[in-house]
């Protein structure tokens, strides 16, 4: 079944204590994104690549790096985790090509306290 | 700069009523348009697209068209059902080909039987 799966669906964590959110798709699409979705504001782009070892920053990057050693891979990290990042995570993947049809995994729910 | 505005929820209606979600964009060149669902406890699917003007995007009985003079893109059903109780999400890809998404805000909609 093609799918986009995140680990962990749930995480309660404290302030600065590294974490990392693993995503991996197994549709060999090119393209993987992370997402945050908050209350009022819908899901705003973090990160994104095109590629393995090729990354850009989205529209909220701040706090998050990421790594995309393989095509199948895009984990996020968060080196020191803020109360301000607490929100739920989205990992999307895309083919590509005209139509950017994304498939999103279930979600993160993160809680920095 | 790139926006969805989409209406503001949360959206009460009774089994087989006429629905229709409001969703206005700006944006520079010619963006594609989507319809992204959520479903309690899951990730974003694809509900419908359109991406170039006065396309009608159709799907599981939504319909929505691309209008380029009023920039909108309005999401609507005939008569809807228990089970379209869900989060939706208006978004738009900036430029063609690009793999990026732009959200709204999202739109709670309830159905009661």
């Known amino acids: 079944e093609a799918q986009v799966t995140q680990n962990p669906r749930y995480l309660i964590t404290v302030t600065g204590k590294k974490l990392t959110v693993t995503c991996s798709q197994n549709m060999n699409h090119e393209y993987m994104s992370w997402y945050r979705q908050d209350p009022g504001l819908g899901l705003r782009q973090i990160y994104y690549s095109m590629n393995v070892e090729v990354t850009d920053k989205g529209d909220v990057p701040e706090g998050y790096k990421v790594s995309r050693k393989e095509k199948r891979n895009f984990p996020l990290i968060l080196e020191s985790p803020s109360p301000n990042q607490t929100s739920l995570y989205f990992c999307?993947?895309?083919?590509?090509?005209?139509?950017?049809?994304?498939?999103f995994g279930a979600g993160t729910r993160l809680s920095v306290l | 700069g790139n926006s969805v505005t989409q209406m503001e929820g949360p959206v009460t209606l009774s089994e087989e009523a006429f629905l229709t979600i409001n969703c206005t964009y700006t944006?520079?060149?010619?963006?594609?348009l989507f319809w992204y669902v959520q479903y309690p406890g899951e990730g974003l699917q694809l509900l419908l697209k359109?991406?170039?003007?006065?396309d009608k995007g159709s799907n599981k009985g939504f319909e929505a068209t691309y209008r380029k003079e009023t920039t909108s893109f309005h999401l609507e059903k005939g008569s809807v059902q228990v089970s379209d109780s869900a989060v939706y999400f208006c978004?738009?890809?900036?430029?063609?080909?690009?793999?990026?998404?732009?959200f709204g805000q999202g739109t709670r909609l309830t159905i009661n039987p």
């Open positions: 978004a738009l890809t900036p430029i063609q080909g690009a793999q990026k998404l732009v």
């Open positions: 999307a993947s895309s083919p590509g090509g005209a139509k950017n049809i994304q498939y």
């Open positions: 944006a520079t060149g010619y963006p594609s």
């Open positions: 359109a991406t170039k003007a006065d």
